[in-house]
């Protein structure tokens, strides 16, 4: 079983940076990718970043230019730098891990981190 702790979440200003952090550990084999996704009440589940092993990355349209993500692959670590941040930021933050083993496709998950922005 895969354990992803997460951190750094909190209540900000409009216009102020929070830094999320996501330590996986357990049963890790080759990981694929990891990455961060956000959920307000009533919507879905959206993909905020994803950094994948070789390095490629991809953001949702809406962070382009605020967000950045980046991983420490020694530490099965994975962070979110947020300036810039907006009231419609605001969301549960999910940590999210995906990893083969034997041709097999796993994903975890966090327990979310809660990103408040409002003044």
């Known amino acids: 079983q895969v354990q992803l702790k997460e951190s750094g979440g909190g209540l900000v200003q409009p216009g102020g940076s929070l830094r999320l952090s996501c330590a996986a550990s357990?049963?890790?084999?080759?990981?694929?990718?990891m990455g961060w996704y956000r959920q307000t009440p009533g919507k879905q589940r959206e993909l905020v970043a994803v950094?994948?092993?070789?390095?490629?990355?991809n953001y949702a349209d809406s962070v382009k230019g605020r967000f950045t993500i980046s991983s420490d692959n020694a530490k099965n670590t994975v962070y979110l730098q947020m300036n810039s941040l907006k009231p419609e930021d605001t969301a549960l933050y999910y940590c999210n891990l995906e990893q083969r083993n034997s041709g097999i496709l796993y994903n975890s998950w966090g327990q979310g981190t809660q990103v408040t922005v409002s003044s």
């Open positions: 357990g049963r890790i084999f080759r990981i694929i990718a």
């Open positions: 950094i994948t092993s070789g390095g490629s990355l």
